[in-house]
Each structure stands twice: as structure tokens, then as C-alpha cells.
T-cell receptor, first 105, second 115 residues
Framework: AQRVTQPEKLLSVFKGAPVELKCNYS??????LFWYVQYSRQRLQLLLR??SRESIKGFTADLNKGETSFHLKKPFAQEEDSAMYYC???????FGKGNQVVVIP | NAGVTQTPKFRVLKTGQSMTLLCAQD?????MYWYRQDPGMGLRLIHY???????AKGEVPDGYNVSRLKKQNFLLGLESAAPSQTSVYFC??????????????FGPGTRLTVL
């Protein structure tokens, strides 16, 4: 069964500091991986999908098949980045337990 | 387009009571999902549906039932609510298209408290 692991529950960073959220997966075959974000009292929304290889709101995520990882990175955190972040693997999406990110002004 | 909507937004139940949560989507999506979100547990799949008239169990199906009588609606039922079912429930949907674009669209959530 596919499984997604996000090891850190809470991550506090200062504004302007880099932020990295770790995600590891176990999946047989070629995975489709995503990062979803949930801002305070809002619904989950898609942030990134690995196949798009895009940068959204300054965030990037690279799929590393050798390390089975899909870490989310942003070089300079902003206050509006404070949110809950979920890594997810396709088909019936398997979600990680989430990372609460708090950006300190 | 309203997207994915959920009713009610909040509900308080007593142990043993029953209720139904309604999820509706106006995007003509084939797939629909029910999740529960709990602190420290992330999102866990309860049940899902790959089309009208079909449902399947997810990771934590016990104590819940679902029905997909119409393509646009996915109902989640609690027959006899328990305090362990206190949670925030999210519905999601996605279209049956190219497998590389499996974005799920989420509803705003239903906050359920069972006393």
C-alpha cells in the first residue's frame, strides 16, 4: 500500500528564512505526488504537483526517486506561508499527517 | 460554479444519534471522497466513490456509511455517533481524466462534535 511520511509536525521559521518540509513515500511503480496547503479555516487546495515541475508562491518540490522523497522548499519564508501542508501520493490519495508551518515575523 | 459544497458546516450530536453529511459538486466529477481530519493524524480516507452508484471503503470506514445515488452528491452517514467521531470532515472530488492530473477539489469542511 502507498504510504506518505511527513516526519515533522510543527515547523517554526523566521520570516525570510528558508523553509523545507520533508516528505517520503513508499509506492510501487511511478508515483504521482502532490503538496496541498490549508490556510487557517480554509479548505485544502493544491499547491504543487511533481509532474508540473512548477514554482508556486515561491515553493518548489523535486521528486527524488532514489531517496523516495518529495521535499517542499522555499528560500525565503513569508508570514502568509503560515499554514498546514500535506504531502500526498496518487491514485486514491494517501496523505501524510501534515506539517504545521508557523512563520515568525 | 460553486465547486464542492458541504452541509452542514457545524453540528453537535449526542452519543447514539444519527446524521447525514451532504457533499455536492457541480463540476461533473466522477470521483468523490470523504476524509476526516484529526490533530496529529492528518487526513484519513473514510469512503470513496468512482462513479454514480458505486462506493468503496477507505482507510477508516468503520461507523460510517455512504451513498452515491446521484453523480453530483455523496452522502456520509453516521448511524450511531460516538465521541471518537468528533472531527472535521472534508469531501473532495476529481474528474476522470488523464491520470497525471489527479488534483482533488475539496469542500470547506464540516465540524462535527459528538458529546
Amino acid at each position: 500500500a502507498q504510504r506518505v511520511t511527513q516526519p515533522e509536525k510543527l515547523l517554526s521559521v523566521f520570516k525570510g528564512a528558508p523553509v523545507e518540509l520533508k516528505c517520503n513515500y513508499s509506492y510501487s511503480g511511478s508515483p504521482e505526488l502532490f503538496w496541498y496547503v490549508q490556510y487557517s479555516r480554509q479548505r485544502l487546495q493544491l499547491l504543487l504537483r511533481h509532474i508540473s515541475r512548477e514554482s508556486i508562491k515561491g515553493f518548489t518540490a523535486d521528486l527524488n526517486k532514489g531517496e523516495t522523497s518529495f521535499h517542499l522548499k522555499k528560500p525565503f519564508a513569508q508570514e502568509e506561508d503560515s499554514a498546514m501542508y500535506y504531502c500526498a501520493a496518487c491514485g486514491r490519495l494517501a496523505f501524510g499527517k501534515g506539517n504545521q508551518v508557523v512563520v515568525i515575523p | 460554479n460553486a465547486g464542492v459544497t458541504q452541509t452542514p458546516k457545524f453540528r453537535v450530536l449526542k452519543t447514539g444519534q444519527s446524521m447525514t453529511l451532504l457533499c455536492a459538486q457541480d463540476m461533473n466529477h466522477e470521483y468523490m471522497y470523504w476524509y476526516r481530519q484529526d490533530p496529529g493524524m492528518g487526513l484519513r480516507l473514510i469512503h470513496y466513490s468512482v462513479g454514480e452508484g458505486t462506493t468503496a471503503k477507505g482507510e477508516v470506514p468503520d461507523g460510517y456509511n455512504v451513498s452515491r445515488l446521484k453523480k453530483q452528491n455523496f452522502l456520509l452517514g453516521l448511524e450511531s455517533a460516538a465521541p471518537s467521531q468528533t472531527s472535521v470532515y472534508f469531501c473532495a472530488s476529481r474528474p476522470l481524466i488523464d491520470v497525471s492530473y489527479q488534483e482533488q477539489f475539496f469542500g470547506p469542511g464540516t465540524r462535527l462534535t459528538v458529546l
